[in-house]
């Protein structure tokens, strides 16, 4: 598989402030190849292997608060990387991952990122299927 790379949607309204917190179109990317996950949003980078991905789910729309910017979810120790109010995708893991301080902690059970494309990064992160539709990952 070649890499791809899922940009992040920004809304006209969050871009200035965004961009104060080094979050611009060319510092914030989801990638994928046929390995790992990468993302990066400015200062911060999240990155594990393909196969701790559990699952997805397309969200939204979001309260501004609750979504732009980096947050940490109070409820689930999630993390959100968020530019937009529109849309997103929640990606869960099988093992928790590190991404917003250093040193690995806290470790965070999944992610929303707000792409501007959540059902194609879907379809991207799903386990491969073989000819008989099973999926083999």
Request: charged residues 25%.
């Amino acid at each position: 598989m070649t890499a791809r790379v899922f940009e992040f949607r920004f809304e006209s309204r969050f871009r200035r402030p965004l961009a104060l917190i080094g979050v611009r179109p060319d510092t914030a990317w989801v990638r994928i190849d046929a390995d790992h996950l990468l993302v990066r949003f400015g200062p911060w980078r999240l990155r594990t292997e393909r196969k701790n991905v559990a699952g997805t789910e397309t969200g939204g729309p979001y309260r501004w608060w609750r979504v732009i910017g980096a947050h940490l979810s109070g409820s689930d120790t999630g993390v959100t990387f968020g530019t937009t109010t529109a849309a997103g995708l929640c990606v869960r893991f099988v093992r928790p991952v590190p991404a917003l301080l250093p040193g690995g902690w806290p470790r965070h059970p999944g992610m929303t990122v707000t792409v501007a494309e959540p059902a194609e990064l879907a379809r991207a992160l799903a386990p491969p299927t073989g000819a008989d539709g099973e999926r083999t990952g």
